[in-house]
């Protein structure tokens, strides 16, 4: 699986990821996390992967590969995947630059 490169990676690099549904909130560390998160948070609306992918503008291939961190979905399908499974994004900065957490693989 190919590291986020570019702004998004530099900016995952100061920054922490927070997913936010119902009161529960689950940092993503990766793009394997950010894929259970996704997954999770799909079943519990009672969703199929087809779906909430044609709710969003993919397909159920492309919604399968993202729930396995498989896939980097663009920031503009997270946003929209996002607001279909009425999640909210905390973007939180890291204490230090180099902070990361175990397991932290962006």
Request: glycine content about 10%.
């Amino acid at each position: 699986m190919e590291v986020m490169r570019g702004v998004f990676g530099l900016f995952l690099t100061r920054f922490q990821l927070i997913f936010s549904e119902g009161g529960m909130r689950a940092k993503a560390t990766s793009p394997v996390s950010l894929g259970h998160i996704l997954r999770a948070a799909r079943k519990q609306k009672g969703l199929s992967q087809a779906e909430a992918g044609k709710s969003v503008g993919i397909d159920q291939a492309t919604m399968s590969k993202i729930e396995r961190g498989e896939s980097n979905a663009r920031i503009d399908t997270l946003f929209r995947l996002l607001a279909a499974l009425d999640m909210d994004l905390l973007v939180m900065p890291r204490e230090k630059m180099s902070e990361k957490d175990a397991g932290d693989t962006w």
